[in-house]
């Protein structure tokens, strides 16, 4: 065991022998119990009230329950101090517990604070007690005067790779270094990305370009830096940097090609948020450019997650790209015995039946062709709301075309097919 920490365990056993100790140790336990007590009732009611509220009211309901239970024994120690001292009591040992319930209370508020800065993350929510514990655990090590003596027990321990030595210290200072370069670049990305999406000069696709670019740039940064921070000589990375090209070569060749995709699509704005497109037999609105897919939802509201480098290879079909303007078709035959310029007239009249149909364009009708069974007229009418469907469209254009052939005695035929039966029989039948 190092020396410092030897002669710091030597120094706490001498202290435990004398009886004020005792007297500290126990009103401070009091306190803690009756403040857990106190502290499991009121949390029941402040989940109420917290789930109910909304904006300030929750963000304080939500520091109030991280600061009760040391608040609470705050409150219950300071009398106890008092007491103490009145009979002349050396109080040390109340003194060092009260800095460090006051920095656990400070310690829990500013963590839940910075974490509502940032945009929701369920690892970083799940990791606010995590990173609330780490922070208080070095306070209190440092007023109990201990931090000294566990960085040098830490650092003992240890092995030997190559002609560097990793110890459980410099492993805990990585990770620590890496987590808070990681989360100031995260916030850092975030706040930069509430400004580009408030910008009126950037158009969505290059808003989310430019986001995913800063986030992956400032992500690399953070890293390099905290391995730079720590000690660790960045060009030792150079032979870790040469395998990883040789595996991205080989085995994520498709991951970097669907990643690089996206940065295209992003950035030519073939494709954007809210665009109608056709990939395949998928239809649907995109509602979302990753890194590595696509979102598509079709109208039954199924997400479809469609690879980048698809849409770079393959024919896609984008129905908003220039104009969210769609033309509907809707194909109607009439009989020979009926009037062709009565029925497309009803049918012009029939083209708004829908509230979804444009006036400009104005609908038309076009007579296409005399099929076998009748004249092929066409309806056509222009929406533009193309991620709606135009299933509900035609529904109610046909609908209306039915009943105005119905009341005008306009008939639509069925198909016509000629028998013909060859006369005579064979001539054994006969007689």
């Known amino acids: 065991?190092?020396?410092?920490?030897?002669?710091?365990?030597?120094?706490?056993?001498?202290?435990?022998?004398?009886?004020?100790?005792?007297?500290?140790?126990?009103?401070?336990?009091?306190?803690?119990?009756?403040?857990?007590?106190?502290?499991?009732?009121?949390?029941?009611?402040?989940n109420t009230y917290g789930d109910e509220s909304t904006g300030l009211r929750h963000i304080a309901s939500r520091s109030l329950?991280?600061?009760?239970?040391?608040?609470?024994?705050?409150?219950?120690?300071?009398?106890?101090?008092?007491?103490?001292?009145?009979?002349?009591t050396p109080v040390q040992l109340m003194d060092i517990a009260i800095s460090i319930l006051l920095a656990l209370a400070l310690i829990r508020v500013c963590i839940y604070i910075l974490r509502k800065g940032f945009t929701y993350n369920p690892i970083l929510k799940s990791s606010e007690n995590f990173l609330a514990t780490v922070i208080w655990a070095g306070v209190a090590l440092h007023?109990?005067?201990?931090?000294?003596?566990?960085?040098?027990?830490?650092?003992?321990?240890?092995?030997?790779?190559?002609?560097?030595?990793?110890?459980?210290?410099?492993?805990?200072?990585?990770?620590?270094?890496?987590?808070?370069?990681?989360?100031?670049?995260?916030?850092?990305?975030?706040?930069?990305?509430?400004?580009?999406?408030?910008?009126e000069h950037v158009t969505p696709s290059?808003?989310?370009?430019?986001?995913?670019?800063?986030?992956?740039?400032?992500?690399?940064?953070?890293?390099?830096?905290?391995?730079?921070?720590?000690?660790i000589n960045l060009g030792s990375l150079a032979i870790f940097g040469g395998a990883l090209g040789v595996g991205l070569g080989f085995g994520l060749q498709r991951i970097t090609s669907n990643f690089i995709s996206g940065f295209i699509l992003v950035m030519d704005r073939s494709i954007k948020p809210g665009d109608v497109i056709t990939v395949g037999d998928k239809y649907g609105w995109v509602e979302e450019l990753n890194a590595r897919y696509l979102v598509v939802r079709n109208r039954e509201g199924v997400d479809t997650l469609i690879p980048n480098e698809n849409l770079i290879t393959s024919e896609v079909i984008n129905w908003s790209y220039a104009d969210k303007n769609v033309r509907v078709t809707v194909d109607v035959q009439i009989s020979y015995g009926d009037d062709p310029e009565q029925a497309m007239a009803l049918m012009m009249d029939c083209a708004y039946a829908s509230p979804r149909v444009l006036h400009d364009p104005v609908p038309s009708v076009r007579m296409l062709a005399f099929e076998d069974s009748g004249i092929a007229l066409q309806l056509r009418i222009w929406i533009a709301d193309p991620q709606n469907g135009s299933g509900a469209v035609r529904s109610d254009v046909n609908l209306a075309i039915w009943r105005a052939f119905k009341a005008a005695g306009i008939t639509i035929p069925f198909p016509q097919r000629d028998l013909h039966i060859k006369s005579g029989l064979p001539s054994g039948l006969t007689n």
């Open 65 to 88: 329950k991280r600061l009760l239970w040391p608040v609470s024994s705050l409150a219950l120690m300071l009398p106890a101090k008092a007491i103490l001292e009145r009979y002349e």
């Open 206 to 231: 290059m808003q989310i370009g430019f986001s995913k670019f800063i986030r992956f740039l400032l992500l690399t940064l953070a890293f390099l830096i905290a391995l730079n921070a720590v000690g």
């Open 1 to 46: 065991m190092p020396e410092r920490a030897m002669n710091t365990a030597i120094e706490w056993w001498g202290l435990i022998q004398e009886p004020h100790y005792w007297w500290q140790l126990l009103c401070i336990l009091l306190a803690v119990a009756a403040a857990s007590l106190l502290n499991r009732r009121v949390q029941n009611v402040l």
């Open 143 to 199: 007023l109990l005067g201990w931090l000294p003596a566990v960085m040098e027990l830490l650092d003992s321990v240890g092995l030997n790779i190559g002609e560097s030595r990793v110890t459980v210290l410099s492993s805990i200072q990585l990770v620590l270094m890496v987590g808070l370069a990681f989360t100031l670049a995260l916030w850092l990305a975030g706040m930069l990305s509430n400004w580009l999406k408030n910008s």
